[in-house]
C-alpha cells in the first residue's frame, strides 16, 4: 500500500474537520475560535496541492476532495459567520438571544418587517462559492491562475470580521466595530463578494514554479506588503490585504496585457 499517496487527501481532511468544528463554535457564540479555524483550514489548504505535486501523486480524486472541502469551510462557514453578524447588527441580539428567539417571533419579525429578509442574504455565500468551484474544476484556464475571487480569499475577508469586531475594534482612533455593526455594510459585503466569486476577473495564483524574483514579481510584491501590514495593523489589515490582492491582480493584468500588445 502507497501510504505517501494519501498524503494530500489526509491534509485536505484536515480542512474539511477546521470547517465542520468552525461551523460549531460559530452557532455556540465563539466566532474567534472559527475564524481561527478557517485561517489553520486556508494553511491546510495551501500545503495539500504544495504536498501532491512535491509527492507527485496528485489526482482526480484529490481534485474532487479538495472542493467538497472547500464547499463547506471556505463557502458555508463564512455564509453562516456573516448571518450571525447581520443577525447581531440587524436585530441587535447576541448569539444566546438570538437562540432563545422562538421559529414563531422570527417568522413574525419577518412578516412585519420585510427588510428582515436580508438577515438571509449571507447564505448567497455559499451558493456562489458552489458556483465558483464549480466552474474552477471545468475551466481549464484556471490551471496557473485564477478567473473571480478564490473562496479561501473570500472566507479569510469575512471571518476576519468577528476577530476585528471583539479583538481589534479600532486602530489610530478609526473604530471599525461600528462599521462592522451596520447592516448595510454587512449586506452590501455580502452581495459584493458573491459577485467577486463568480466575476470573470483574473488574478494570480500563488503557486511558486520556480522561486526566481523576474517570474514571481508580483506574488513577492504581494507576500511583502501582507507582511507589513499584518505586523503594523494586525486583523484590521486582513480585509486590506484581500482588496490588495485584487488591485494588483488588475494592474498584473493591465501590465501583461500591454506587453503582450507591444509584442
Not at 81 to 91: D, P
Not at 149 to 172: H, S
Not at 226 to 246: C, E, G, Q
Request: include cysteine; hydrophobic fraction near 55%.
Amino acid at each position: 500500500m502507497n501510504i505517501k499517496k494519501h498524503i494530500p487527501n489526509a491534509i485536505t481532511c484536515g480542512n474539511l474537520l477546521c470547517g465542520c468544528l468552525a461551523i460549531v463554535f460559530a452557532f455556540e457564540g465563539n466566532m474567534i475560535a472559527s475564524a481561527y479555524l478557517v485561517g489553520l483550514a486556508a494553511v491546510l489548504d495551501f500545503f495539500d496541492g504544495f504536498v501532491a505535486r512535491l509527492l507527485k501523486v496528485g489526482g482526480e480524486l484529490g481534485k474532487q476532495l479538495d472542493s467538497l472541502a472547500d464547499m463547506v469551510t471556505f463557502g458555508l462557514v463564512p455564509g453562516v459567520v456573516m448571518y450571525l453578524l447581520l443577525g447581531q447588527a440587524w436585530w441587535g441580539a447576541t448569539i444566546e438571544e438570538h437562540n432563545n428567539i422562538s421559529f414563531f417571533s422570527s417568522f413574525d419579525r419577518i412578516i412585519n418587517n420585510h427588510y428582515s429578509l436580508f438577515v438571509y442574504s449571507p447564505f448567497l455565500i455559499p451558493v456562489f462559492s458552489a458556483l465558483r468551484l464549480a466552474k474552477f474544476n471545468i475551466d481549464t484556464r484556471q490551471t496557473s491562475s485564477f478567473i473571480g475571487v478564490p473562496t479561501p480569499a473570500n472566507a479569510i475577508l469575512i471571518c476576519a470580521l468577528p476577530l476585528i469586531k471583539y479583538i481589534q475594534p479600532e486602530i489610530f482612533g478609526i473604530n471599525f466595530s461600528s462599521l462592522i455593526t451596520s447592516s448595510f455594510f454587512l449586506v452590501g459585503l455580502t452581495l459584493l463578494m458573491c459577485c467577486l466569486l463568480v466575476a470573470e476577473l483574473p488574478l494570480f495564483a500563488l503557486k511558486f514554479k520556480s522561486f526566481k524574483w523576474v517570474d514571481n514579481k508580483i506574488r513577492y510584491a504581494f507576500l511583502i506588503i501582507s507582511v507589513v501590514l499584518l505586523i503594523l495593523f494586525k486583523f484590521i489589515a486582513i480585509p486590506f490585504i484581500i482588496f490588495l490582492y485584487i488591485i494588483l491582480s488588475i494592474i498584473n493584468n493591465i501590465y501583461t496585457r500591454n506587453k503582450t500588445h507591444e509584442i
